[in-house]
């Protein structure tokens, strides 16, 4: 490929509104144009990125036996009203009306489509297991499109669904896709995590997430670095830090603590470890056939976070809670926030505490009157035992595994996601298929998503430094860019130029020749933009000594080859980029 | 690969909705399901002839210097009020809003789109010229979707769009595409025609048709077929039949007709040949400021057709125009439609004659008098010259081509499209480039668009015969099948299969293994439908014998070839299909 022929336009300035660098990148590079917030042009050079993401995740989806079919952007609403999600899913799912005024949507994802079809054509447990897949357009109308392509309105995502007889066969169908996106990933190059995640509204035992490691990612994953281990902090297991109850010691004192609203003020005025400390969170429920209002105080150690995800899962507020209103709190307890406890409630409210909180002794509480805390507060003596002890907190870095070593934490972006899905979709639609027996059962489904788009936005991520983007070698738009130093001026530049670019690509190398005759500095801003992951600079000084320069993009120095010898040179280094 | 691990679902009976057959063939074939009405999911056997009629357009459009892009499917209404298209385009255009109720469109086409990425990223006219293009799903509401992909409502389109500097170098870029296309559509193997066509609307001055030829297809070409001339039916010029009006020789009489309100009645009643006879047709149109209605009569010769769009070319009638209504004509004529001629009409109306009527004589015309025509009419001498003469009807087969030899006429099936733009959207989005001068200039355009999915339905409609569909080679799903007999049972048959199966695929065959194990007749009758156009059957019958049979799917028998040498026959076949 010769520049000449291409388009190549960078930008000095990124757009005020890109926040995060990955944004900034593709915009500067000439990667991405805006066409209305969320929604992008990809440009020819994002264009090449994209398709080689899309082919690596092709080929192993093919290998693994999953085939490739092709759905439609716009699908009709009927299929969405026999799954129940034209009601739930919220306006992120974008409804529309054709010229007839029938009701589509814009597919934010197929799991109906490809339900309605697999009901269609499986017929025979002989045709099981099957899985289908398409690499599509994707809309979700989100409510702040940002960050570029890491949460666009519009993009590309391959989305695969299982069909199997049963749960077992669907277990290999889900450990297959697993293996697959294992292969993908690491093919792509970037620095990854298969991390247990919460299986969420979408029900079902199963899910895992594959993460790309990066400081600015929305998710937070708790790993042990010693171990396989890895989950999604909204799942992950948080262990009792205390062993036991240990025996009480001090008398419960109802100490003056003004304007300690927060466990942080409190320890500090009592001048005693936030640790001996317990946060009190007041949530309601309401009964749907009663109407009637139930108040939750759930109890945390003041260090520690409330995990909403695992809340949801208590007893009781899995149908749904909110927090309570300063009203109720004020008629449950008789006091105003930040004096609250679980001793001496004005009204009965269900007690849970966190696996810790349940074996603390001695601990501080507000004392449900402002201004004032109890401290020395014990278990069985003071107040009755919790109604519930649950894992209601976040990890924080430093929780002992329970399994063995020390957890850790790190920030990554989700850009594939595994699902077990059972019969949610199969029961609501009843795609069936005739058993051994003869007798119809439902299929058991699985789906399993990659970001295409959003693969690319992650490896910037990760993978950039303050002169660009630094491209695994596997997606970079170019493999290799040759830039001569005065193309018009000097025939022995052109020529060997000319002559490595031919070489490589014989040798089916991704290379570019810039042949725009642009002057150096300008030249290896523009890929060091751009972010090629190996340059050759041929120039007439150079060749004089009898050499060309290769650097890659990460090294600060460039190599002096003899440039019969750079051809071979390139192609055993780009084997380890 | 195996078609146990693939999906093949073929049905024995066509939906009662498909009317073509392509239609009918493809969903037989389970190449397409249905979603809605005119939008489709490409199953996996139609999904990989549409991936294989991309990649030829891609290596195409790459070879010509065409840059890959991709535009979004969304598209922000501004732009189209810009180009004035949110306006001027009808209901095919969906347009849509978003959860903050902002207008967007599904792109039908992407020219506001591209123009505005091209007055962004074009500055100089250094960067001249540049022709970015895209493969993307297309959506047009079309009122009455039918007829499968012919005219589907969602389809994949390769749209291209050319910037240059002048008028000279847009011609050069067209005529690449125009050449570009030529490849496309030799490569996939369709017999087709690239047709001169009408610039309609777009304006312009230059617009070809790529047709592929079949006797279902909607468009009429008309062609020589000893010359290159092949012109769109719209546009194709007629010629005047006769070389100069001949001397008159009867006398205009006031004849008889009763009932005789269409020509060919006219002249059985008169016992005269049709040729003699003249048709009247009566138009109307509306002066935009005055509001003043004209009326405008139209004569052909009574065996012509009024093509409508050489009409709207007629001075005075480019603006637009409609048939009268009946007061109309009765206030202009006093007289009945099916009874009116230029001849003492009652009011003043614009008379306007085909070339071929400009030459006639003694010719016979309604007499405005119901029941009535004159014979004997003649020109100058019983009505004064026509205001106008101009080509106003469609050519017939056999018209004589000006430029020597006979016209024919064919249908076809249009699958591409180029078109010069010149300034129509540059100018209205103020798209423009610095010329060497320093001083901005408009971009000069073109537009280039091949119908990817309409080409897979095209070829079927062209190839296939009652057993279902006969691919060309370059874009079937499977260039071979291999059918085992008794896949099961023998271990021989087995071997043989799996190895003529592998050495093909080795030597970059795209080959299916049909390991299903149905009975002959079954899976004989699956791949004739889904048109594979080369099949191996192995049995142990034949290898007793020495032999396996290889048969094109066109050929009425199957040769009967020596294992070891079917590898070598079948890519040497291959090349012929």
Request: hydrophobic share 40%.
């Amino acid at each position: 490929m010769q520049a000449s022929k291409y388009h190549i336009n960078t930008l000095k300035e990124a757009p005020a509104e890109a926040e995060v660098i990955s944004h900034q990148l593709m915009t500067r590079a000439g990667m991405i144009r805006k066409a209305a917030g969320g929604i992008y042009t990809y440009m020819p050079l994002g264009l090449r990125v994209l398709h080689k993401i899309e082919r690596i995740v092709r080929e192993e989806m093919d290998r693994a036996d999953a085939i490739e079919l092709l759905m439609p952007m716009v699908q009709p609403a009927e299929l969405w009203y026999e799954s129940g999600r034209w009601e739930q899913y919220g306006p992120e799912l974008l409804r529309l009306k054709d010229r007839h005024q029938r009701d589509f949507i814009l597919q934010p994802t197929s799991e109906e489509l490809i339900t309605d079809i697999a009901r269609n054509e499986i017929h025979s447990w002989r045709q099981l297991p099957l899985n289908f897949y398409h690499i599509q357009t994707k809309f979700r109308d989100e409510r702040r499109p940002r960050f570029g392509l890491m949460r666009g309105r519009e993009f590309t995502m391959k989305d695969a669904y299982s069909f199997d007889r049963d749960e077992a066969s669907a277990q290999g169908s889900y450990d297959a896709m697993y293996d697959a996106y294992m292969r993908i990933f690491s093919r792509i190059g970037l620095e990854f995590r298969a991390v247990a995640a919460d299986t969420g509204s979408i029900g079902g035992t199963r899910s895992h997430e594959f993460q790309v490691i990066a400081d600015t990612g929305e998710d937070l994953i708790v790993y042990n670095p010693e171990s396989q281990y890895a989950a999604n902090m909204e799942l992950a297991e948080a262990p009792c830090l205390l062993a036991e109850r240990a025996t009480p010691r001090e008398d419960m004192v109802k100490a003056s603590t003004p304007g300690a609203a927060k466990c942080e003020l409190v320890a500090r005025q009592l001048d005693r470890p936030l640790t001996d400390t317990v946060k009190s969170i007041v949530l309601a429920t309401e009964n749907a056939e009663t109407r009637e209002t139930a108040i939750w105080l759930l109890l945390l150690r003041g260090d520690h976070e409330l995990n909403e995800i695992k809340a949801s899962k208590v007893p009781g507020l899995e149908a749904g809670f909110r927090f309570a209103t300063e009203t109720e709190i004020q008629e449950t307890f008789g006091c105003v926030p930040g004096y609250l406890g679980p001793v001496n409630t004005t009204r009965p409210v269900k007690v849970i505490a966190d696996r810790t909180v349940a074996n603390m002794s001695d601990f501080i509480c507000g004392a449900n009157a402002a201004d004032y805390h109890y401290t020395g507060i014990n278990w069985g003596r003071d107040l009755p035992e919790p109604d519930e002890v649950a894992d209601l907190r976040n990890v924080v870095a430093g929780d002992p595994d329970p399994a063995g070593g020390t957890l850790a934490i790190q920030r990554g972006i989700e850009v594939g996601h595994v699902f077990f899905l059972g019969d949610k979709y199969s029961k609501a639609m009843n795609a069936t298929f005739l058993e051994t027996d003869g007798k119809p059962a439902l299929l058991q489904m699985g789906c399993y998503g990659i970001g295409i788009s959003r693969i690319a936005a992650a490896a910037i991520e990760q993978n950039h430094d303050g002169k660009g983007i630094i491209w695994p070698r596997a997606i970079a738009p170019f493999e290799v860019v040759i830039c001569p130093m005065g193309w018009h001026k000097s025939e022995t530049v052109r020529n060997t130029a000319q002559a490595l670019h031919d070489a490589l690509q014989e040798r089916g190398v991704d290379v570019m020749l810039d042949d725009r005759d642009t002057r150096p500095g300008i030249m290896f801003a523009d890929w060091e933009l751009i972010g090629v992951p190996l340059r050759i600079t041929v120039g007439d000084r150079g060749l004089k000594d009898g050499i060309v320069e290769v650097q890659a993009r990460r090294e600060a120095e460039a190599s002096r080859i003899a440039p019969d010898d750079a051809v071979a040179q390139v192609m055993a280094r780009l084997s380890s980029l």
